[in-house]
């Protein structure tokens, strides 16, 4: 039988068509700003800072990872599961090393999506107690009241920490050791892992560099003895934050400034007797004069004065460690 001439072309046009759309695809991939930005911050020791270039597929939030001699740690897993993949190629790329741990330093969404992309490569998610009781509940707010049903099936799939610890944990990758201890001021449950052969600090959302925190939960006076801490601890630390670039001490102490700027000046006007938007109103234009050049000011600065305001009214909701 004579082949068919017309339809063996047709054939060999259709896969040229699909291998140059699946080039042009690769190459796209290749072309799209990257979710994070790697940064090497001590020996094995790498950042992994969030891409505003990357728009919708940015990362979301800061993470991190640790290679030790024998385990890699990683240090919060982002607001999706792409970008996870993402890190964790990059990491396997560095070493072929086991990654042992994920440790989540908080229970917000952007910190803790891709938990299961890292629980199924064969990593243990640990966090303080309180991450693992607020995951898959607490989250749920930062949809609003219109909340739809995926992004609440999303939420109540999250990866948990299956390790949990009231106040710290101290992690060997071999012979190298990681200090994680908990800290109060920002959620309530919020981790900070210190590598001392390195003098570098992953302050999760503890400290933001240069840019405006979300204060949603938050406690800003125990957060700011937390930062006097920190201060005080490691003068000579690098400081990978939440947001923001990789910082010293001396953006911390920006950071802190902030925090205790934004009481004195809340507290200053609730004694003049404003509140509400009279409040905000009030109190926008002093923080702007010392903080307008930060990040997410705008996004930011109203909720920041707002829950400032709650908090020393004594009338703000946080969330509740579970009763035992
Ligand atoms: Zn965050």
Known sequence: M??????????ALGFLALAAIAAATASAQQNAPAPFILHQVGPGVWAAIDNPAAKSGRAGANAGFVIGTDSVLV???FENPAAAQVLLDQIRQKTKLPI???VNTHYHLDHVAGNNIFAAAGATILAQQNVRAWERTENKKFFGPKITTAQTQMVESLGLPSITYQDGVTLY???REVIVRSFPGHTGGDSVLFIP???IVFTGDLFWCHMLPNLIDASTKPWVETLDLMIQHHPAATFVPGHGEVG????????????SD??????????????????????????????GTWDAFAYF????????????????????????
Request: charged share 30%; glycine share 6%.
């Open 2 to 11: 004579r082949p068919n001439l017309r339809a063996l072309l047709i054939r």
């Open 75 to 77: 240090i919060d897993t």
């Open 100 to 102: 042992r741990f994920v």
């Open 173 to 175: 990758l071999g012979s």
């Open 197 to 199: 052969d390195a003098n």
């Open 248 to 259: 010293h001490v001396q953006d911390v102490s920006d950071f802190r400034g902030y925090l």
């Open 262 to 291: 934004l009481r004195a000046d809340v507290g200053q006007s609730q004694s003049a007797g404003k509140s509400g938007d009279t409040l905000i109103d009030s109190v926008l234009p002093e923080i702007q004069q010392k903080y």
């Open 301 to 324: 600065a109203k909720p920041d004065i707002h829950y400032t305001d709650l908090e020393l009214r004594g009338e703000k909701r946080i969330p509740q460690p579970p009763k035992n």
